[in-house]
């Protein structure tokens, strides 16, 4: 089992629609990354988190510390939103950086 | 301007081959890392490095190999390539002195093709 899971796996939506990526991790953390990739391969850093909610644009990532879940939302949802979106965590106490998943989404025009 | 760098973008070699992947930073960064992206597009941390320390991924075979001439370089040298080494691997970095909270930049990728 992977310290981080991310849900769903992958995500096919209508453009506007509303969406909803998952992350849960079992170990103590200091922060928590959400990171864009697009089909090229280059990586974005989204959102760095320590507690609470943050907001940029349409997407919106809280995170629960107590419940060592972390949602990233789009609101409004468009096709150049399409990439797979990874959830990645750092280890309280040390650099390490542990990545999940990741989540493929499409957004349909 | 770039803030982390690789070349090259692409290599396509032969198994069996020695290559190398490099890596520079010009944000002035203390540490520097390599990742390795499988097929499902999961990324893999294969080594952090700093001026202190080397910390190695276990999982991570001996023929892959760090080398950093000065602290905005680390390169990634690859002996004796074989064909499950084909990936892209993700050079980065980040500032020591901001932890805990430690945002890492990544570099664009090399996607890697061992025939």
């Known amino acids: 089992k992977n310290e981080v899971e991310q849900s769903p796996q992958n995500l096919t939506a209508q453009e506007g629609e509303f969406i909803t990526i998952n992350c849960s991790y079992s170990v103590g953390i200091s922060a928590l990354h959400w990171l864009q990739q697009h089909p090229g391969g280059g990586i974005v850093s989204l959102f760095m988190?320590?507690?609470g909610k943050k907001k940029h644009g349409r997407l919106i990532a809280t995170i629960n510390i107590q419940e060592k879940h972390s949602s990233l939302h789009i609101t409004a949802s468009h096709p150049r939103d399409s990439a797979v979106y990874i959830c990645?965590?750092?280890?309280?106490?040390?650099?390490?950086?542990?990545f999940g998943t990741g989540t493929r989404l499409t957004i349909i025009p | 301007d770039t803030a982390v760098s690789q070349t090259p973008k692409y290599l396509v070699t032969q198994m069996g081959n020695d290559k190398s992947i490099k890596c520079e930073q010009n944000l002035g960064h203390d540490t520097m890392y390599w990742y390795k992206q499988d097929s499902k597009k999961f990324l893999k941390i294969m080594f952090s490095y700093n001026n202190k320390e080397l910390i190695i991924n276990e999982t991570v075979p001996n023929r892959f190999s760090p080398k950093s001439p000065d602290k905005a370089h680390l390169n990634l040298h690859i002996n004796s390539l074989e064909l499950g080494d084909s990936a892209v691997y993700f050079c980065?970095?980040?500032?020591?002195?901001?932890?805990?909270?430690?945002?890492?930049?990544f570099g664009p990728g090399t996607r890697l093709t061992v025939l």
């Open positions: 990645a965590v750092v280890e309280g106490g040390n650099e390490k950086l542990t």
């Open positions: 980065a970095s980040s500032q020591d002195e901001l932890r805990p909270v430690i945002t890492q930049y």
């Open positions: 988190l320590s507690s």
